[in-house]
């Protein structure tokens, strides 16, 4: 039974990892120090998907990201606070429940 397990389990973080790191796939690597993560969310809403770009902020300096999407080419400027998370919608009620995000931060 443990034989089971431990791949079921890895393959549900395989399956969890790939989708934080999608903000990066296919496009070239933006400038934006290590300490900051991105993540994208597609949430579900009547009449289709918010699309969400979370930003964690790991270092001890806030940052300014610039984001855009291939959805939302638009790009918007946010600050994120040492230590802290920030949530950006950027499409709201897209038809579309994927989206690729581009971002690249400077510390402050």
Known sequence: MRRLVAPLALAGVALVVPRAEAADAGAPA?????????????????????HVVVLANRCDRAATCAVATDVNPEERSVDVPAGRAVELTTFMASPSATF??????ALR
């Open 30 to 50: 933006p400038a934006r120090p290590a300490c900051i993560g991105v993540a994208t969310d597609a949430r579900w809403v009547p009449y289709g998907y918010d």
């Open 100 to 105: 690729v995000a581009r971002v690249s931060c």
